[in-house]
């Protein structure tokens, strides 16, 4: 067990609809990361949040966006889902913007 | 970050040491190399992380080469549960942005 805390685990959805994914980060840690994981893809980065500041962005596409709350949790979401968006979405996170990243267990986005 | 180069993937005898190669030829001074294991769809686990000298952990040791441009990862006592895709990644230390390459697929044998 990481420490990294994901909801929901699963999520089926039709495509044009919304999601929110959440992340609690270990304790004390201050740094939360998004990766999606698609067969075809790969594990991205999407996004990096420090301490409730963006830090650093990958693809992630327009459609989706994330915050980081005062309480360190994050929430991915996801808007105008497509079925390309079926995926697996890893949190990760580290006690600094630096350090080595601990994943959560993932959520797997199924869109119809 | 500096691209990695693995075998995609490799068989191992339960209980023997598992040893994983990694090229990584076009490293810079300041990067360091990275371990992590995904098992079966769960999240990646990190392994183990290293810049130029040797690294023990609980998990496993990290060998790499004085001109740094390769390493290896061993598992000193591979068990059943070692089964995974095990990914080397090269970047400076912390990179937020891991870049996950395809990884070696090891599958331990009873």
């Known amino acids: 067990d990481s420490g990294v805390t994901q909801t929901p685990k699963h999520l089926i959805t039709a495509t044009g609809q919304r999601v929110t994914l959440r992340c609690s980060p270990r304790?004390?840690?201050?740094?939360v990361y998004w990766y999606q994981q698609s067969l075809d893809q790969g594990l991205q980065f999407l996004i990096q949040?420090?301490?409730?500041?963006?830090?650093a962005k990958g693809n992630i596409l327009e459609r989706f966006s994330a915050q980081q709350f005062p309480d360190l949790h994050s929430e991915l979401n996801l808007s105008s889902l497509e079925l390309g968006d079926s995926a697996l979405y890893f949190c990760?996170?580290?006690?600094?913007?630096?350090?080595?990243?601990?994943f959560g267990q993932g959520t797997r986005l199924t869109v119809v | 970050d500096a691209k990695t180069t693995q075998p995609t993937s490799m068989d191992c005898a339960e209980g023997r040491a598992a040893n994983l190669p990694c090229n990584h030829s076009t490293i810079s001074g300041n990067e360091y190399v990275y371990w992590y294991r995904q098992i079966h769809s769960q999240g990646p686990q990190y392994i183990i992380h290293?810049?130029?000298n040797n690294e023990t952990n609980e998990m496993a040791s990290l060998i790499i080469t004085e001109d740094r441009k390769s390493s290896t990862l061993i598992l000193p006592h591979a068990t059943l549960r070692d089964t995974a895709v095990y990914y080397c990644i090269v970047a400076p230390f912390g990179n937020e942005k891991l870049t996950f390459g395809t990884g070696t697929r090891l599958t331990i044998i009873p």
């Open positions: 304790s004390g840690d201050l740094s």
């Open positions: 949040y420090y301490n409730g500041e963006e830090r």
């Open positions: 990760a996170s580290s006690v600094e913007d630096r350090g080595v990243a601990f």
């Open positions: 290293g810049l130029k």
